[in-house]
């Protein structure tokens, strides 16, 4: 079907702020009539694919992302962004699974691809040989390309990849609300600090681009941190801001005072739950001068479909409330007959759009129109929605179902509580619940007593495990598979201890992070379960307490305690310090 998308929308700007710069990155500022031609030769090496094979798009560098995302548009190609961090396995599996005609694949996503398979035929488009191509604004208005939209993969709960099909149609459908709900205009400057592999990746780049803003583009060395996030907002003079929760929340290390980010305006928080004390925190900070927003939204319906802006009392709060649907989205929460208006069900989401589920054979629940989340839900008295966690959360421990959501954010509700999730763990014929927390200055008896005042008797968590941080995803949601077991406990006489006062410190920062007791000198960072994310914690976390600004790859040349403690020395040696 031809319908106006994000391509038209993005020429209409394009032929009144041609000059103006379209993507700002640490490595480059780009146009929007740069971007343009970049578009225009991807258009070109596309028009020589089958219409009906998918174009795969491995590359690290966002400029290019964004310009074979529009260059696949124009040629009614579609298309399917991965992130070149993918496990082979996975990587394996989208390539199964998409059989793609083009791969367009930067250094990175060639390195990626190096031992991989590709179908035959498959035609790999290099970013640095492509030549820009002449382009006209005037065409891609009037082109109305067919909308072939896009499949993004997720691991789903089985590991194996899913890919998710959508419309550009949709896209259009939330960029059209952005931009009008919080004033997103000619100059704005948004966020750009999603993983290429998200669905997420389309909103932080073409709200701005289809109202004449700049993408600012996250560091090529990685999503910054605590006081780096702070000092990149800072730079860049970003208006609006788009991540996750977690990478949020790590602002609190930075330092920051009402005066900090002065060009800050809106703050959109999407892919997990947004709790009390983060809004208590922030507008304990800046009051109501910059907006906390909340979103939610799986990607089988594109991206947002409700919102909240927050408000004093939601600091307060039970729990956060994700809001009321965008226009023409309707939210249902799915009951039993009987049941009274506030009962808990699954979230169902209706769209305006056609919604076109999954790649190959995965089941969708729901209709053209209609999807069932698996979330679980209520409306409040005044209609906004509450969630609590995954259907598919709900377990059965000593007989007794346990729904692991109200569990959580029955913990949340306790004062010093900053993350937890709750599991069931079978040990030999032993199933238990338990509780992992993050909670440095709450004992395990004052949440127990915490758990025992708001929950049924057997739901109260009879384990609670100490973590500095609950693993997430690259979207930030929780990682299951990476909790720690409850069996399994570090040996002392297993690892050799830290030697001396600067081991001992980057040993103890380890410790926090990882959620571990017992680190060894000669452990490697990675092999605990240290993800992209964590190393950058690590890092600004290095960089705060001993005043030295360490280059990534000391770390990564060996990221032992020892080694790091190392070159922690050597670069204070080196200074002068």
């Known amino acids: 079907m031809t319908t106006p998308t994000v391509l038209t929308r993005w020429a209409d700007g394009l032929a009144r702020h041609g000059a103006r710069c379209a993507v700002k990155s640490s490595a480059r500022e780009v146009s929007y009539e740069e971007l343009a031609g970049r578009v225009a030769g991807y258009q070109a090496a596309f028009e020589g694919v089958g219409p009906a094979d998918p174009v795969l798009i491995s590359c690290a560098d966002p400029v290019e992302v964004i310009a074979a995302v529009l260059g696949c548009t124009a040629a009614s190609r579609t298309f399917a962004p991965v992130d070149p961090r993918l496990p082979a396995t996975v990587l394996d599996g989208v390539l199964a699974t ?14 990626a691809l190096a031992e991989r398979e590709l179908p035959d035929g498959a035609r790999l488009v290099r970013p640095e040989e492509l030549e820009p191509r002449a382009w006209s604004a005037e065409a891609w208005q009037r082109s109305g390309p067919e909308d072939r939209g896009y499949v993004y993969f997720t691991s789903g709960t089985t590991g194996r990849p899913k890919g998710i099909r959508g419309s550009l149609r949709a896209v259009h459908h939330f960029v059209d609300w952005e931009i009008a709900e919080f ?19 389309l909103r932080d780049a073409f709200a701005p681009l289809c109202a004449g803003g700049t993408v600012c583009a996250s560091p090529a060395g990685g999503t910054p941190v605590g006081e780096g996030l702070a000092r990149w907002l800072t730079e860049n003079e970003v208006e609006v801001l788009h991540c996750v929760p977690t990478l949020f929340r790590t ?14 305006r809106a703050v959109l928080l999407a892919g997990e739950p947004l709790h009390p004390s983060d809004v208590a925190w922030w507008r304990g900070l800046f009051g109501g001068g910059k907006e906390l927003v909340n979103l939610y939204g799986p990607s089988e319906t594109t991206m947002t479909k409700l919102f909240h802006r927050t408000t004093e009392e939601d600091a307060h709060a039970r729990l956060v409330p994700v809001g009321r649907p965008l226009p023409g989205v309707s939210a249902r929460v799915l009951t039993g007959p009987g049941d009274p208006p506030d009962a808990l069900g699954e979230v169902e989401i209706e769209v305006p759009f056609p919604l076109l589920g999954y790649l190959g054979d995965d089941e969708w629940r729901g209709t053209a129109t209609t999807h069932r989340t698996g979330d679980l839900g209520r409306f409040r008295p005044d209609g906004t929605l509450e969630l609590y966690g995954r259907r598919d959360q709900q377990v059965k421990v000593h007989g007794v179902r346990v729904d692991l959501g109200e569990v959580e954010n029955a913990l949340r509700g306790r004062p010093g509580v900053q993350d937890v999730c709750a599991a069931a763990v079978t040990e030999d014929v032993t199933t238990a619940l338990v509780a992992y927390v993050v909670a440095p200055d709450v004992s395990d008896a004052d949440l127990r007593a915490h758990a025992a005042q708001r929950l049924a ?20 949601k929780v990682e299951r598979r990476s909790l720690p077991k409850v069996a399994l406990r570090r040996s002392a006489e297993a690892a050799e201890p830290p030697k001396g006062p600067t081991e001992t410190g980057i040993a103890a920062i380890w410790s926090e992070i990882l959620g571990l007791a017992d680190i060894g000198r000669d452990d490697d960072f990675t092999l605990l379960g240290g993800d992209s994310l964590a190393i950058a914690r690590l890092m600004d976390r290095v960089r705060h307490e001993y005043r030295v600004d360490l280059p990534l790859r000391a770390f990564l040349q060996d990221p032992t305690v020892a080694g790091l403690a190392a070159a922690v020395t050597d670069r204070t040696a080196g200074s002068g310090s």
């Open 98 to 111: 998409l059989r793609p005609g083009a791969v367009v694949a930067d250094a990175p996503g060639r390195a």
């Open 183 to 201: 004033g997103i205009g000619a100059g704005t400057r948004v966020s750009q600090l999603t993983s290429p592999g998200f669905d997420a990746f």
């Open 457 to 476: 008797p057997g739901l109260v968590p009879s384990v609670f495990v100490r973590m500095a941080a609950i693993p997430r995803t690259l979207n930030g």
């Open 251 to 264: 602002l609190r290390s930075a330092g920051l005072t009402p005066g900090s980010f002065p060009a800050l």
